[in-house]
């Protein structure tokens, strides 16, 4: 939409400036029975009406089960769309298995088919400031909580990087492809609709950032841009085979045009980049394309 719009082109100009963006809460939340007096909000008021599910808004996840529920101002393409899960926490050590799904997170994708959220991160349950006064905590549960968690250990590994390379700043965009490489992969293997690229790991993310910096002829992280339309980079990496090859390419675009209309697959993308992987022999491997 026309907020969308604003913060893709903002950060264009700003290519710097990474915001967090909770996905929403909207997957699950149900409708009143008929006849039954509910309150809803338009252009900054609220008004009340008896329920008439002939005619008012259906429950979330009418339409796909639960997916295309991402909030509007979620889908824009330079930020970071965080989603909400339980704590991948067991006995004080890290357990992929308890990072399990909540109930409210929003789903993907975008009506163009791009992947929202990007990336997870607990918002369950999770103990922080409250609004109550200057000494007030609670504990709170949505996708806000886990865009508090992701965006403050983002800047934990900005604050790593800075510790090794004095006065540093990466660009968003590389930010933002370290954090969904180095995520761990939930949900269906690969990248998915409801859980992104994963669930946030610092602890990979600072690793690599290390490696960088210690082994750079290893090509672990790079910054480049292209100049024209087809203008294309090469990089040429080893692999020791003792696990999987991913590569993450991520680029700030030019806002999109904004849309108002129900599944509008227009792309939004003005820049299409694309990545390719080719072996020794001269196969090339192409990346994940998801069926929205």
């Not at 899960?85 to 109930?103: E, F």
């Not at 349950?125 to 968690?149: D, E, F, I, P, Q």
């Not at 006065?167 to 180095?182: D, E, G, Q, V």
């Not at 203008?231 to 590569?247: E, L, M, V």
Request: charged share 20%; hydrophobic share 40%; net charge negative.
């Amino acid at each position: 939409d026309q907020d969308a719009a604003a913060i893709d082109s903002l950060c264009y100009n700003a290519p710097y400036y990474l915001p967090f963006q909770a996905a929403g809460n909207d997957r699950n939340d149900p409708v009143p029975s008929a006849g039954m007096t509910f309150r809803y909000l338009l252009n900054g008021i609220w008004f009340a009406k008896s329920y008439n599910p002939a005619t008012d808004p259906l429950a979330d996840n009418w339409d796909q089960g639960g997916y295309d529920t991402i909030i509007p101002v979620a889908g824009a393409k330079n930020i970071i769309t965080v989603g909400s899960l339980r704590d991948a926490v067991s006995g004080g050590l890290r357990n992929l298995a308890a990072g399990t799904m909540t109930d409210h997170s929003s789903w993907g994708p975008t009506d163009d088919g791009r992947i929202k959220p990007d990336i997870v991160a607990n918002g369950d349950g999770v103990y922080s400031a409250a609004g109550n006064s200057t000494t007030t905590y609670a504990v709170m549960s949505g996708t806000s909580m886990a865009c508090g968690n992701a965006s403050g250990s983002a800047l934990l590994i900005l604050d790593f990087w800075r510790s090794l390379v004095d006065n540093f700043m990466p660009r968003a965009s590389t930010l933002k492809a370290l954090i969904i490489h180095s995520a761990d992969d939930l949900g269906r293997p690969g990248p998915d609709y409801a859980f992104g690229w994963g669930l946030m790991n610092v602890r990979a993310a600072a690793d690599l950032v290390r490696r960088q910096h210690d082994l750079p002829h290893e090509v672990s992280i790079v910054e480049d841009k292209l100049e024209n339309p087809a203008s294309t980079r090469r990089y040429q990496f080893t692999w020791n085979k003792t696990g999987p090859i991913r590569a993450t390419l991520c680029w700030t675009d030019p806002p999109g045009l904004a849309t108002n209309g129900l599944d509008v697959t227009t792309p939004a993308l003005v820049n299409d980049l694309d990545l390719r992987l080719v072996g020794p022999d001269g196969t090339t491997n192409l990346p994940f394309i998801l069926d929205s």
